[in-house]
């Protein structure tokens, strides 16, 4: 053959520069610059600069190939040089011999028996990369697969450290002589370079290139130096981390997103699609970047190429196969998978989405769409010369064979900038060996945007058979479908907070309480490993979050029995994920950490915290996990945990026993050690801060609670469990704050009480589709009550915006009605119990109602008089501060009057400011302040 090649983008213009890019390449070239090293100079070894010589085909398949695929192998068979067989290298894959083998087989069905042949190159002996008897028989083939599996280790076998082995130039050396390359899965990634070595799209959208939970570069073998390559593409919704990758290539190549089942072959300066599905051109040349997030852009241009569709490498200009018509004209074939309005909150990252959205986009025509990710909002709008064409042939996931559209204008602008990060709550525990009174301390909040209210719940009787609704529904965030499991015959009582809304999950929601037995629970977010969230199933099925944690408080009668509860029914039932949860359960005796992870895989951990422990959680995290740990009282978890992560190459034990949970199932903490002035608190360094405080006092952990570093407006309310080890008769008390505890006093709530008042109860206000219906006539009478809720978070919102000037003195107003609670608290409970032996224990439980009304109503009351002098001070003194966002183009209504959700460049709101005050506090550390707000 004489195949010449054809420079591509020599002449273009680089992607848009961003600052945080420059600034990384500064203070850290390794981290965010793998893969983008200088040019070579001149003389530099064979395998730095291969691609200005290289005449061979290049086939990359997107992974999941069917061996029925005759079109994508016969195009790697014709791309043979002289008389060599195509030679299997399975590198990439687990179990090496059995990945070869399946590959010769197929490639000796479509060619004859002499078609292909392995060469056992696995990544468990690099040393065979080194041997000269390997590279001589790799340059007697004709052609190369590279199977799939894990890209890195083609990599670290063929390049470690960027180095040259024998083995890959051999490989380059018959490339450069026209044979061809051709690889599957990790076989494709590794073609470019920088190759994608990993990382999920949301976590890319949010933490960028180079960082733990953003998209990973490395360096690739450079067969597709002038590309990005990204693999399982449209299946997996990738979308999201080659855009990020593309975006921060500093030479502009353009990304390609190869699906499944689906090759891009690329010879002579042109490429063009083989296969059941299509492939995404990301183009970044023309992009303008903001400064919001790394995705953050407007102007990016997309393009689906289908089966037939060819590209010209240097005007990157896509010429559609012929024979194809209009989409429009075709019947519509995804009527059943995207029956969707224009603006839809589905995942797009989620499988098919982006297809069939781009589908949708042909047949509809010219109307732009919008659609979120977690963090971001996505507007896709059809471009200059926009064209939607397929074949009448059935395609993939209900759309037509060949799909070819495009131009499509990309803009993405980050919900929240402050959104980097999923934060979703935070828990805090400390043993009782260091308590001033020896009770068991559990406190924190969740963070949900969405109204909260309280409840009693009291217990219940079922009869034999009956069964409880639990999972998520098809909207959330990872789709599932509700199922049903057996309810238990007795659930006990118990106090929680209600909420509306999480990741689209069905309200209403919990992250636990107190129940009757002296249980406590919080759960908090504990993001699981990016291949695990692409593991979970479509649609999934199991308990979510909220359904363990409102389970464990119907049933567990300590925090022992609690994990246990939870992992049976996890492995009875499934766990439904928004992407990875922890629990924090605690008694008076002791607590307990639960990981459940996402995947579906059925794997969950739980660690024993013992009395001279202190633990925060934020996010939830096990680090050392002994691996035989069913022999071990102080741990549990799902009886595959080990293996799987063996099985998954995650793992590989070691002379030390154990297994670093978060490293092997989880993510790093999103903070570093000493970064307090993030969004986020390095969990270790909040410990040590935690061990400062002992012994913590009950009245520390309302502080703790209320600290304005995390107590804002993502704290949907405050919890404290005050765990004692008297008598089982006395009643259990949750301290509790319907808001944030940074506007909110915490009152006393006992479990055995009746009911709490209406006030402060369910109401519209922030509740999940609240606007989209009338009121019910049943709610009208509690509706008509005032919201504490809402009262609290007037004061929130009024106190934020100016918390030098109200914060300390809005605080001593509150824990002084505390210390007047604690004070009162003995008295009360005494009282109670002379009742219960007096009169029964119906008495002593209408007097706690009494009481606990009575505290709830001047909670209020304070809050009340506090908003109304705080707003009077904020008028006078500063101005009612009014929204400053444009309307949009021809409008004639007020800025006040649009849509009030936060948007990007905006802050969410919190009281914290650095040099406010010295964190944390104690108790009562502002009492000379009080008075100074009221009378």
Not at 63 to 82: D, K, P, W
Not at 355 to 376: C, F, N
Not at 419 to 433: E, L, Q
Not at 861 to 870: F, I, N, P, Q, S
Request: glycine share 12%.
């Amino acid at each position: 053959m004489d195949r010449t090649r054809t420079q591509c983008c020599s002449d273009r213009p680089g992607p848009v520069v961003r600052p945080w890019i420059l600034l990384l390449s500064l203070v850290a070239p390794g981290l965010v610059l793998t893969g983008y090293a200088e040019e070579p100079a001149a003389g530099t070894a064979l395998a730095t600069d291969p691609a200005s010589e290289r005449t061979g085909r290049v086939v990359s398949i997107g992974g999941a190939l069917s061996g029925e695929n005759e079109a994508v192998y016969q195009t790697a068979l014709e791309g043979r040089e002289g008389t060599g067989p195509i030679c299997v290298i399975p590198t990439a894959g687990a179990d090496p011999q059995r990945s070869m083998d399946s590959a010769v087989e197929s490639f000796r069905r479509w060619g004859g028996g002499e078609a292909a042949r392995g060469v056992l190159l696995g990544s468990e002996e690099p040393e065979r990369a080194l041997d000269p008897v390997v590279a001589e028989e790799l340059r007697e083939c004709g052609g190369f697969f590279f199977t799939g599996g894990s890209q890195s280790r083609i990599a670290e076998t063929f390049r470690p450290e960027g180095e040259s082995t024998p083995a890959y130039e051999a490989v380059m050396e018959r490339f450069r002589q026209g044979a061809v390359v051709s690889g599957t899965s990790a076989g494709a990634a590794m073609m470019s370079d920088p190759m994608i070595a990993g990382g999920d799209s949301e976590g890319a959208f949010q933490e960028g290139v180079g960082s733990e939970g953003g998209v990973r570069l490395d360096r690739g073998l450079e067969f597709l130096p002038e590309l990005l390559v990204d693999q399982h593409f449209l299946a997996r919704g990738r979308i999201g981390r080659l855009i990020v990758a593309t975006l921060s290539d500093p030479q502009g190549r353009l990304g390609v997103g190869v699906d499944e089942n689906t090759a891009l072959v690329v010879e002579e300066g042109r490429a063009w699609v083989v296969g059941a599905s299509g492939v995404l051109l990301v183009d970044a040349a023309g992009a303008v970047a903001g400064s919001g997030s790394p995705a953050d852009v407007q102007g990016l241009r997309i393009e689906l190429m289908g089966a037939g569709d060819t590209l010209d490498l240097e005007s990157r200009e896509v010429t559609a196969g012929s024979g194809k018509e209009p989409v429009s004209d075709l019947q519509s074939a995804s009527s059943a998978h995207w029956e969707r309005g224009s603006e839809d909150p589905d995942d797009l990252f989620g499988r098919w989405t982006l297809l069939h959205l781009l589908y949708r986009m042909g047949v509809e025509g010219s109307d732009p769409v919008r659609i979120r990710s977690a963090s971001h909002t996505v507007h896709l709008r059809p471009g200059d010369g926009f064209r939607a064409v397929a074949s009448s042939e059935e395609g993939v996931e209900g759309t037509p064979h060949g799909l070819s559209m495009g131009p499509v204008q990309v803009d993405i602008r980050p919900e929240n900038l402050e959104a980097g990060h999923p934060d979703k709550s935070i828990a805090f525990y400390v043993g009782r060996n260091l308590t001033g009174d020896g009770s068991v301390l559990l406190g924190g909040f969740g963070h949900e945007p969405s109204s909260h209210w309280l409840e009693i719940t009291p217990g219940r009787d079922f009869p034999e058979g009956t069964m409880v609704e639990v999972g998520v529904t098809e909207s959330a965030r990872y789709p599932g479908e509700r199922t049903r499991i057996p309810q238990v015959s007795r659930t006990a009582r118990f106090i929680t907070s209600n909420y509306s809304e999480f990741a689209g999950f069905p309200p209403p929601l919990t992250n636990g309480g107190l129940n009757e037995h002296g249980v406590a629970a919080r759960t908090v977010w504990s993001p699981s490993r990016a291949e695990l969230r692409e593991m979970t199933p479509d649609p999934q099925r199991g308990l979510s979050y909220s359904d363990l944690a409102r389970a464990v408080m119907e049933r567990a009668r300590s925090a022992r029995e609690a994990v246990r509860i939870v992992g049976d029914l996890v492995e009875a039932h499934g766990y439904a994920t928004y992407g990875g949860n922890s629990f924090l359960f605690a008694d008076a005796e002791e607590g307990w950490v639960v990981l459940t992870f996402a995947g579906g895989q059925g794997l969950w951990a739980a660690e024993r915290l013992g009395p001279d422990q202190v633990r925060v959680l934020y996010p939830g995290f096990i680090r050392d996990f002994p691996v035989g740990f069913e022999e071990d009282p102080d741990f549990m978890g799902s009886p595959h945990l080990v293996r799987f992560a063996q099985e998954q190459d995650w793992f590989e034990p070691d002379a030390s026993g154990s297994m670093d949970l978060q490293q092997v199932y989880g993510q790093p903490f999103p903070s570093l050690p000493g970064d307090d002035d993030a969004v986020f608190q390095y969990p270790p360094d909040r410990e040590e801060e935690l061990l400062g405080l002992t012994p913590v006092s009950l009245a520390d952990m309302m502080a703790l609670v209320r600290d304005p570093r995390w107590s804002g407006d993502r704290a949907g309310y405050g919890q404290v469990a005050h765990l004692t080890r008297e008598d089982a008769g006395d009643p259990g008390v949750l301290w509790t704050a319907v808001a944030p505890s940074a506007a909110t006093p915490m009152t006393p709530l006992f479990v055995e009480v009746d009911d709490v008042p209406p006030e402060y109860k369910q109401h519209r206000y922030m509740t999940k589709d609240a606007d989209a219906t009338f009121l019910d006539p049943g709610f009208a009478s509690l509706e008509a009550t005032r919201s504490a809720y809402r009262v609290h978070r007037r004061l929130l919102y009024h106190m934020c915006g100016h918390p030098e000037e109200f914060l300390p003195a809005v605080t001593a107003e509150l824990e002084a009605l505390e210390a007047r609670r604690m004070a009162e608290l003995p008295a009360l409970r005494a009282e109670a119990e002379r009742r219960r032996n007096s009169q029964g224990p119906s008495a002593a439980r209408d007097y706690l109602t009494e009481q606990t009304d009575r505290w709830l109503h001047e909670a209020l009351t304070l809050t009340e008089a506090l908003v109304e002098v705080v707003e009077a001070q904020v008028k006078d003194r500063f101005g009612i501060a009014m929204p400053q966002e444009p309307v949009p183009e021809g409008a004639t209504w007020r800025t006040e009057s649009g849509p009030s959700s936060l948007r990007g460049g905006s802050e969410r709101i919190h009281c914290y400011r650095p040099g406010l005050d010295r964190y944390p506090r104690r108790h009562g550390s502002y009492s000379d302040l009080r008075g100074t707000l009221l009378p």
